[in-house]
């Protein structure tokens, strides 16, 4: 039964939001077509007890229609009491010039990436290959305007068989070894298990700007991961040359889903609000043991609203000197700007903590 493997979940692996707050009444309340439902979005969470979140939307209003349940989640999650209402905002209120912090910071690895999902397609956890082709060609003539622009240019490529885009798989490794390309989710198993990884290649791709300082990828996590990164002192500039880009697709009349209460609608409840995830690489290497143990440094950045990551990303070591991907951990309730500043704050705390000695 559902409700007694949730029981045992619950007590096994407490940090387990889905099962933490999973309501047996309520589900029990909902009509076999909803507790079908409910059931995919759990189903992460369930065959992977060790998840933090154990939850993936799979239509953009499952948030609003499981409301009663996911809401309390998602409070937990990111720590909101009272009025949940997401207001957008790129103003960051002054120039965050890594370099005041430290001459060496001036050339620092900043990228700053938004999940974006589409309303009229399912999540990507319910998207059948149909949907995930279609998808991708509603992109591909909305990556024309981009590749015709001469703000823009660059060229789009794609992993589906016959797809007159497609690489071929050598090509495919180098740019995800380049940390252009994302990777096969089949690995993943919380993704997988959701079916976000479902039907691998097909409707997956990435369209890269010339200066290849502007990429969105097609078919991860959300139907649109889209990122601006460049390296230099400014976070500004590549906070404003995503929200620039950002509002030259959506002229093209591209329509996100957005909940009055939880922002741009994201297939994980982690990334609602902006969907932002804005990250540098700052080497730490007293704070790390010289790489060899970024989890040394997660509580530490945590009191400070902080995440960190190994500089290849979610579930990856330091890079060599200590490098470390810095993020501000704060989605929901909190403007782009505000990420903007957290950012710039988070590496002037822990840069004075390194030094420290
Ligand atoms: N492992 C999943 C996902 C947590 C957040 N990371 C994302 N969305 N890539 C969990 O529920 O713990």
Known sequence: MLSEQIFRIQHQHPENLMAR?????????LSPELQARLTRVIITGMQNPDSQMGAYAMNPDDYDLFQPYLDKLIRDYHGIEGEL???????S?????????????????????????LSNFPLPGAMTRDHRIAFENSMIAVFKKLIANPDF????ISLTPGSSHEISHEQYLQLVAEHKMFKDMSADPYLSVAGISSDWPYGRGMYISADEQFIIWVGEEDHLRIMAMKCGCLLNEVFDHLHVSLDF???QGLVFARSEAYGYVTSCPTNLGTGMRASLHIALPRLTQ??????????VAKKLGLSVRGAGGEHTAAGAGG?????????????????????????????????QG
């Open 93 to 117: 209120d002054g120039t965050l010039d890594l370099a005041s912090i430290d001459e060496s910071l001036s050339n620092s690895s900043m990228r700053v990436r938004v999940g974006r999902n």
């Open 21 to 29: 707050h999973f309501d047996a009444a309520y589900f029990n309340g």
């Open 323 to 355: 490098i470390v991907d810095l993020s501000p951990s704060a989605r929901l309730m909190v403007s782009e700007g505000e990420i903007a500043r957290k950012l710039y704050q988070g590496a002037k705390q822990m840069w004075a903590l390194e030094q």
């Open 153 to 156: 240019g660059g060229s789009y």
């Open 249 to 251: 697709i959506e002229a």
């Open 290 to 299: 010289n790489g060899s143990n970024v989890d040394l440094l997660k509580p």
């Open 85 to 91: 209402k997401q207001i957008s905002n790129w103003d």
